[in-house]
């Protein structure tokens, strides 16, 4: 009795088999969007400006938040207003979730921009296809989750693998970034030979009758392979949230589409937000407990309105207390000889 009611309780309101259209609708209107994207605002490549990725962030923020309200009204057409109002609140607090671990994400970016010395007008064309990849790679992690959550042990699992990494976040030191010791870059470039010098905006190019990769693809290849491993830790922690196959999609894709904007916004102060991974740590702590323990405590779901609260107060607490207790410059060499 006890498994059947539990998976009257986790049957999804939107199953695949029968929202299939719903599905299909939703990505095309994604990929339209990455299309009027690249292909119309940012068919030149140039520098992002504050202004433009400012903006930029805003419709993002606001074609999900409008999003929101549609799946509102959608749901309560069918499903009546507890349910519809359940369904909001569980795509808005997956958004806010994904959207702070995405903060991980850019911290990433920088370094490896850096490292590779691409040039700004070139860096929003990588993040356009590093975003297109790691749609590709999120719908099938999220496909995938899907059909394992049907097991209770899963749940346990997902729960403990969230709560390992939320320690060893809290305690863990900043750790550097090389791309060079990263297998996939290693396997590359043994593939591909690597150009010296960007070559425009190509990835690959023809030389004598070899092809080469440029340093661009490079850099992809890193960027998608970093994503691959963040998306281990966001997509069970969004399914921690909620068990709807759709929110979870909907609500992590809406996030990475505002990624790349936001990366152009954060990209020079995002070092400010130095007590920000204390917070996201906190975070993925609190959905490991309520997977393994909270759900089970409150009859089966934990509210998500409480949910909702205690990530916008770990989020934006931390902020907040970054922007309060600045971390103290590091001097470097040449900073000492000129004192």
């Known amino acids: 009795m006890e498994g059947r009611l539990r998976r009257l309780l986790t049957m999804p309101l939107f199953p695949f088999a029968e929202y299939w259209w719903f599905y299909g609708a939703f990505t095309l209107f994604v990929l339209l969007l990455l299309l009027l994207d690249l292909g119309v ?4 490549a140039h520098a992002v400006s504050l202004k433009e990725a400012g903006t930029w962030s805003v419709v993002w923020i606001g074609l999900a938040l409008l999003f929101n309200l549609f799946l509102y009204y959608f749901s309560l057409d069918r499903f009546g207003h507890n349910q519809a109002r359940e369904v909001s609140l569980e795509f808005l607090a997956g958004y806010v979730v994904e959207k702070s671990l995405s903060v991980d994400n850019i911290f990433i970016f920088v370094l490896v921009f850096r490292y590779f010395r691409v040039p700004q007008e070139f860096q929003h064309r990588i993040l356009f296809y590093g975003v297109l990849g790691a749609l590709v790679f999120r719908a099938i992690f999220i496909a995938l989750g899907t059909w394992l959550l049907q097991f209770h042990w899963i749940l346990l699992l997902f729960g403990a ?7 060893r976040m809290m305690i863990g030191t900043n750790e550097t970034v090389d791309p060079e010791k ?7 470039r043994r593939v591909f030979p690597i150009t010296d010098r960007p070559e425009g905006a190509k990835f690959f190019l023809k030389r004598e009758g070899r092809w080469y990769a440029t340093p661009l693809a490079l850099v992809l290849v890193f960027l ?7 998306a281990i830790d966001s997509v069970p922690a969004i399914f921690a ?5 759709l929110i979870v999609y909907t609500s992590n894709v809406f996030a990475i589409l505002g990624l790349r904007s936001l990366y152009f916004v954060l990209a020079g102060v995002v ?23 909270l759900d089970q405590l ?16 770990l989020i934006g607490g931390t902020v907040a207390l970054s922007l309060l207790y600045p971390k103290a410059p590091e001097l470097n060499g040449e900073a000492l000889e000129q004192e």
Not at 41 to 44: I, T
Not at 271 to 293: P, T
């Open 224 to 230: 998608e392979t970093s994503d691959l491993i963040f």
């Open 271 to 293: 070092e400010r937000f130095h007590l920000l991974h204390y917070g996201l740590a906190a975070v993925l702590i609190f959905v490991g407990l309520k997977m393994v323990w």
């Open 182 to 188: 990263n297998p996939v870059v290693k396997l590359f």
């Open 161 to 167: 693998f969230l709560i390992v990494t939320g320690l």
């Open 41 to 44: 605002f940012h068919r030149k």
């Open 241 to 245: 949230l909620t068990s709807e196959p």
């Open 298 to 313: 409150f009859g089966g779901k934990f509210p998500i309105v409480w949910s909702l609260a205690i990530i916008g107060v």
